[in-house]
């Protein structure tokens, strides 16, 4: 037993992790208490909150007899106004990616929301006009921290709360958050009275924002979410390359927080391709086209190569085309109509292998030859693969669901959701 480290965690009836003790070589019992770590990051960003909220007060003029309060409203008119477009355009661009991505965005957040604190106390060094300019760039980062934390952190609940007490679980959670700030706002109240000068609240600002950052990569990095992500698709994939079925918790630890949009993996890590997942069909025929005509904008397809095509895919819920002129390949995949989280699963599991096979390829093998028999090179390789990728699905569907993952939500379709339908 000397030899082995004991880890106890301590949930509650939610599952949400209220401690953990883990076995330490020091001590009269062994055991040392892991205080919660949400707890700190909200602690230390109260504490920053109030030291940028003084630096702002300071920008709109208190403290300065010669300040209009009519300037002071009107600057904070632009700021809110920026900030609403801000959210209104943020949503509309990454609204659909916000929930398979929750955790990358819920540390981006933060990240975020830093980086207006930073501004804010930046501000009273600037003159009047770059002042402005500077007190709304920080208002509308303010305003996508707010969007991308709200729903991570509802993707989130939604994760823990397995028993359907989401409810419960939020009112805990505002609850607990409430204290936490408070706390905050009393510990930053006392800080602010004895920092005063420049360098020290620059050195306690960094300090808390060190603080406030870590400890939310730590709590992010701490998530093993149950959905198939692009990202923990890949993963999985791999390991199922290897005959293994990975649980969520395996595969969480191998997951990068922030990654590249759309990108293809090899076991090594290495950037072998890029794939759309939910692609309109102009972008599968310019994938397609061998000639373009620049004045017309116009594209010509291979008729045969079409035909044949969607004759390999007339069984499946997807059609999948790859440019392998570019380095490395762009995968397309169109989404048909009815397509459920399986069907695109398989797909994203046969860009994988069509990714791999143009990056290891000896040049020229897959570029060889132009027009018509480029295109069957191509579509026999699909046909293959698409077999392939079907034949891992029906292998390790039920495993997969065993060992904890979510089949039924998609969370590989990142943009809007795009279907075809195929008569």
């Known amino acids: 037993m000397s030899d082995k480290s004991l880890r106890i965690t301590e949930s509650d009836e939610a599952g949400n992790v209220l401690a953990t003790y883990v076995q330490s070589s020091s001590g009269p019992d062994g055991l040392s208490r892991v205080d919660t770590i949400d707890s700190l990051q909200a602690f230390s960003s109260s504490i920053a909150s109030l030291l940028s909220s003084r630096a702002v007060l300071s920008s709109v ?9 009519t300037a002071a409203l009107l600057l904070s008119v632009l700021q ?3 900030g609403r477009i801000a959210t209104i355009l943020f949503a509309h661009r990454f609204g659909t990616s916000l929930e398979p991505e929750c955790k990358m965005y819920r540390l981006l957040a933060d990240v975020l929301n830093d980086i207006a604190f930073i ?19 920080s208002s509308v980062l303010r305003a996508l921290c707010g969007v991308a934390a709200g729903s991570a952190k509802a993707s989130l609940s939604a994760h823990f709360a397995r028993w359907g007490n989401l409810g419960e679980l939020n009112a805990k959670d505002s609850s607990q958050e409430t204290v936490i700030s ?13 920092i005063t000068t420049p360098v020290a609240t620059w050195t306690v600002l960094i300090f808390l924002l060190s603080v406030h950052l870590e400890t939310n990569r ?29 649980t969520p918790d395996e595969v969480s630890e191998q997951e990068q927080i922030f990654e590249r949009d759309g990108v293809l993996r090899d076991r090594d890590g290495r950037a072998v391709g890029y794939c759309r997942v939910g692609s309109s069909m102009s972008d599968l025929l310019s994938s397609m ?11 010509h397809v ?36 009815g397509a459920s989280t399986s069907d695109v699963l398989a797909g994203w599991w046969e860009a994988c292998m069509i990714a791999e096979q143009v990056a290891f390829s000896r040049d020229g093998d897959l570029e060889g030859e132009k027009g018509d028999e480029a295109a069957e090179e191509v579509i026999a390789m699909l046909e293959q693969m698409r077999r392939r990728a079907a034949a891992m699905l029906e292998k390790h569907q039920e495993g997969l669901m065993e060992a904890g993952w979510d089949l039924e939500v998609n969370a590989l ?4 959701n795009v279907r075809v339908a195929v008569t």
């Open 61 to 69: 003029g208190v403290g300065d007899s010669t300040a209009s309060p």
């Open 413 to 416: 379709q990142t943009t809007s």
């Open 218 to 246: 730590r709590a992010v990095r701490a998530v093993s979410m149950r959905t198939l992500s692009r990202q923990r698709a890949t993963l999985v994939y791999h390991h199922l390359k290897r005959s293994h079925v990975p």
């Open 182 to 194: 408070l706390l905050g706002m009393l510990a930053g109240s006392v800080v602010v009275s004895w």
């Open 302 to 337: 291979p008729t045969d190569a079409l035909s044949g095509l969607f004759e390999i895919y007339q069984d499946r819920k997807y059609v999948l085309w790859v440019n392998t002129s570019s380095r490395p390949a762009q995968v397309s995949i169109v989404v048909k109509t």
């Open 289 to 299: 086209a061998t000639e373009r005509q620049s004045s017309t904008k116009s594209a």
């Open 119 to 137: 501004l804010d106390c930046l501000s009273p060094v600037f003159p009047k006009a770059i002042r402005v300019v500077v007190l709304s760039f």
């Open 80 to 82: 809110e106004s920026a």
